[in-house]
């Protein structure tokens, strides 16, 4: 993983969460995973564009897609975009000898003209020189309202994946899958609770988890609807 140098510490690596893998990523297209899977494997010059709305997974898959690449023996970095405004040149120039480089959320971008050229030049520096990119974005580049026209020009030759959101299958699914990577058990009473009081935004899973997982293992607990109401103080 990456990380920062000198006096412009920016958290452009995480400790990928477990609960942020292929595994449990659970979508309607069975062509994403393995189309992730090949980028983070190829080790090759390319640039791929994941494309979704808010609770659509692009941050669990960029998450998922380093950690894969990281455990292939890449060097890997993750850069949230928003977490670099108005010095994100300086924060690009530290990723250039890293072999995979996702950076989360291109929208934060836009209108900052110094933050559009700097990700333009870094976008074509790290291709020239065999780098792996992958971009997430709230729309498609046409949509952004870039005002660098040749940065929307890079971006929309990207291979994309366009994600959707979950209906509440996928999103019982989806549960399902992170309680099984945290060895919970969790039938379907404590799963419908959870998506009616906790709510059906994928991205607040991982700290939902986080407190189920660390108060069951407290009181050696099942994780029943009641013990829910107990953590989360809500009726029925």
């Known amino acids: 993983m990456s990380v920062a140098s000198g006096s ?33 494997e190829a080790a090759q ?25 990281q455990a292939r023996g890449l060097a890997v970095a993750y850069l949230p975009l ?5 010095r994100l040149r300086e924060a ?40 792996s990119l992958l971009y997430t ?14 940065l929307r020009s890079r971006l929309a030759q990207c291979q994309r994946i366009v994600l959707t959101s979950l209906d509440d299958a996928g999103r019982a699914r989806m549960l399902q899958l992170r309680a099984q990577q945290r060895g919970l058990q969790l039938d379907a009473a404590a799963i ?4 009616r009081r906790v709510g059906r935004d994928p991205a607040n899973l991982s700290a939902v988890f986080d407190q189920i997982d660390q108060a069951a293992l407290a009181a ?17």
């Open 220 to 236: 050696q607990r099942r994780v029943t609807v009641p013990f829910l109401r107990d953590i989360f103080g809500a009726g029925d």
């Open 192 to 195: 419908d609770w959870l998506l």
């Open 82 to 86: 928003a977490s670099a405004a108005g």
């Open 92 to 131: 690009l120039q530290g990723l250039h000898d890293r072999a995979f480089i996702a950076l989360d959320g291109i929208e934060a971008t836009v209108g900052d003209q110094a933050a559009e050229t700097a990700l333009f030049d870094f976008h074509n520096r790290a291709l020239d020189v065999g780098r």
């Open 8 to 40: 412009a510490q920016l958290p452009l690596a995480l400790r990928f969460a477990s609960d942020q893998r292929f595994a449990t990523f659970v979508s309607a297209d069975v062509a994403v995973l393995p189309l992730l899977r090949r980028h983070a």
């Open 137 to 150: 974005a709230s729309a498609q580049p046409d949509d952004l309202q870039l005002a660098l026209p040749d």
């Open 45 to 69: 010059p390319g640039s791929v564009l994941i494309v979704g709305g808010r609770g659509s997974g692009k941050t669990h898959l960029a998450i998922a897609t380093c950690a894969h690449a």
